[in-house]
């Protein structure tokens, strides 16, 4: 089947038709900032841009000492806070505690406490990678990175990334959110994948502008 | 569908809603949330308001409904009321012969859901009515199901019938009084039928790539029947279906998982930077870690069209342009245009804070010769320059141009111009996606590219006030 061509100026056309305002924007970065657990940054971007949030920002104050506290490395103290917070989250979500327990181990080998990594992989994790398999994969995975002397060159050092540590940090962020019984999913992360899930739809009819990075907007 | 209906009509009747305005039809599909009030405040709107209106609609929101049955598009043995809705089996003959309807048109799979309802008027003389869809091959001289490609729930037996003249125990029989509907799922690519609003099951699950009417046909005298595509209440609850559909749609869209945590922090971080938001920028960049030395080389920047973005807002334009002028040297004399606004902006804030004679004085001196550059230019100055002829230029016709929203617009225009001067790009990444979001998602819809489109609303994806 032929696809159809929507052209760029055409494209362009259809783009300059959509009206969004610069306060629904700024309400859904405020969004994005509260539901993250960004207190200091959304208490500045009310400030800077007149924005208000439909949350008091106090209440952010625990999920965000818990982000700063993995965000950091400190993957016991954060532990430590949401037990205190409400010890059912983690009880009840082996996911999400496994994630903590290998960030755990990537903080550990990050810092070359190889002997302490090997102990706290056997006596911790190990018992949890053997109940579910994929735990058990992403373990050896964690734990090949004890091969490479210069854990930078290992394929998997994306593991040592800041992001790596993010993506914990919003995991379990959500979770808390979610026995709060708050909104957990932020909105525009949700945009981002109705985006890609809607180009995925078209492309099988249409040839088009579509965004290929969504960090820097560029068309394909 | 009917709720769809009343969400458009009420949407175009209040005209209220500015924003993302081609918004409508998608998702009015998905009973957004600002459209609660459908169910109970839709039949009366829709009941008012003619066919051809919804009609006229659908076509400028992407798809078109059936709306009524064709009369080009019957049997002899049948006579159609004036509103195209009401069908009566006619003639006399002892073999009756039967005789099939189509709709005006063809259900668009891009709609997601249909579902059209018929009540039985009269069973006539023996009551072998058939209720359901066929595409435009099918002969007009047989009941729905019994040839290839149709399915119909039949009256007399209760059975469903599947392109084939033997039908297969389905459900209750129907006759006079009963409402009988049918539902088309094409994200499930199903059909189901209901009696008097209750659900009958799956009769097929074989609808893929067939293009369907809903039809209906008629074998013995006297037999009536009447539908109903929307514009009264359904008997069945299809609202709730269309919900329960819905939520399954953003439930896959939101379990897709990919980087888009860590894309939202880039694209809020270049948002932040865009707009000059220099002190959330540097939290936020630290508190994320996506600080370093690129923050920092842009933080005088972003400092920079903060402040002057401050001082415009306030009205004060003079040092705006001193700021420019120390700042970025090449500005204003490369952008003559933004010069010409904050010129206008100046002798609109002379208007409302100092004597007449002073703003008088100032645009002869700095703004007239603006009008020998262009007619725009001209027609502009011609049009400030008339406050000056207004004893309170605030109750005037063009008080508007006194409003701080104006100030706003040019705030905007100005940082705009700037990221363009220092090389960024002018409008933030974060507001590229979300337009481009709801321009795929119009065009899937529109280029018929998959049926689960229809219940998204981009806008419910966006307000962070609605809380569903």
């Not at chain 1, 919003?170 to 109705?194: R, V």
């Not at chain 2, 006079?176 to 994200?187: A, K, S």
């Amino acid at each position: 089947m032929n696809k159809k061509v929507i052209s760029k100026k055409e494209w362009e056309e259809k783009l300059s038709e959509v009206n969004i305002s610069k306060q629904d924007l700024n309400k859904l970065v405020m969004n994005f900032l509260v539901i993250e657990g960004y207190q200091e940054a959304a208490a500045k971007f009310q400030e800077e841009s007149g924005t208000s949030s439909i949350v008091d920002l106090n209440s952010i104050a625990d999920r965000m000492a818990i982000r700063s506290a993995i965000q950091s490395g400190d993957v016991e103290k954060g532990i430590e806070i949401v037990n205190d917070l409400n010890p059912e989250i983690l009880d009840t979500n082996p996911q999400l505690y496994f994630h903590l327990q290998q960030q755990k181990l990537i903080e550990l080998i990050r810092k070359g406490q190889i002997s302490e990594a090997l102990k706290f992989a056997q006596e911790e994790l190990a018992s949890q990678g053997e109940e579910n398999e994929k735990f058990l994969e992403e373990l050896e995975k964690t734990i090949s990175l004890l091969a490479f002397e210069d854990t930078s060159k290992s394929p998997i050092a994306s593991l040592l990334d800041h992001s790596q540590r993010q993506k914990t940090a919003g995991e379990l962020n959500a979770a808390i959110l979610t026995s709060q019984s708050q909104d957990k999913d932020p909105k525009l992360p949700t945009i981002i994948k109705l985006l890609k899930w809607a180009q995925t739809q078209l492309d099988s009819k249409c040839q088009y502008p579509r965004i290929k990075n969504f960090v820097n907007g560029e068309f394909e | 569908m009917y709720s769809s209906f009343s969400n458009n009509i009420n949407n175009n009747s209040s005209g209220s809603r500015g924003y993302l305005p081609s918004l409508s039809s998608p998702s009015s599909l998905s009973l957004s949330s600002s459209s609660s009030s459908s169910s109970s405040s839709s039949s009366s709107s829709s009941s008012s308001s003619p066919n051809k209106n919804q009609n006229s609609l659908y076509r400028q929101n992407l798809f078109e409904l059936p709306t009524n049955w064709s009369p080009k598009d019957k049997c002899s043995h049948l006579e159609l009321s004036s509103n195209a809705l009401k069908v009566t089996y006619k003639t006399n003959k002892t073999d009756n012969e039967a005789g099939l309807i189509r709709a005006n048109c063809f259900i668009p799979p891009s709609c997601g859901i249909y579902y059209f309802e018929v009540t039985v008027i009269s069973k006539g003389r023996d009551g072998y009515i058939g209720i359901g869809v066929c595409t435009s091959s099918m002969p007009l001289t047989r009941l729905p199901g019994w040839e290839r490609n149709s399915f119909g729930y039949h009256g007399d037996d209760g059975n469903l019938f599947k392109g084939s003249g033997t039908g297969s125990a389905y459900g209750p029989t129907y006759t006079t009084g009963d409402v009988v509907g049918c539902c088309i799922n094409f994200v499930q690519g199903s059909i189901f039928f209901t009696k008097n609003g209750v659900p009958l099951g799956e009769a097929t699950k074989d609808i893929k790539g067939l293009v369907l009417f809903p039809c209906i046909g008629l074998r013995t005298p006297g037999e009536s029947l009447e539908a109903n595509f929307g514009q009264k209440p359904f008997a069945f609850d299809i609202d709730q279906l269309f919900k329960e559909e819905k939520h399954r749609v953003v439930k896959t869209i939101k379990n897709t998982n990919g980087e888009e945590e860590l894309t939202s922090t880039q694209l809020v971080l270049s948002y932040l930077i865009h707009h000059g938001y220099s002190e959330t920028v540097k939290l936020f960049a630290k508190t994320t870690g996506t600080d370093g030395e690129s923050i920092d080389n842009q933080i005088d920047d972003i400092k920079n069209r903060q402040k002057i973005s401050e001082l415009l807002s306030k009205g004060n334009v003079e040092k705006v342009i001193n700021e420019l002028n120390r700042i970025y040297p090449n500005f204003l004399k490369e952008r003559k245009d933004i010069l010409f606004k904050l010129l206008c902006q100046k002798f609109i804030e002379m208007i409302k804070n100092s004597p007449i004679e002073e703003a008088m004085e100032f645009g002869q001196r700095e703004l007239s010769s603006f009008s020998n550059d262009s007619v725009e230019y001209e027609n502009q100055l011609n049009e400030i320059f008339s406050l000056i002829a207004y004893t309170d230029p605030f109750s005037s016709p063009i008080g508007h141009l006194l409003e701080k929203s104006k100030r706003d617009q040019i705030v905007n225009d100005l940082n705009c111009a700037l990221l363009v001067h220092c090389n960024k790009s002018s409008t933030p990444v974060l507001e590229k996606i979300v337009k481009q979001a709801k321009v795929v998602i119009d065009q899937v819809v529109f280029q018929n590219a998959g049926p689960s489109a229809a219940f998204i609303n981009v806008k419910e994806f966006i307000d962070v006030d609605d809380t569903n």
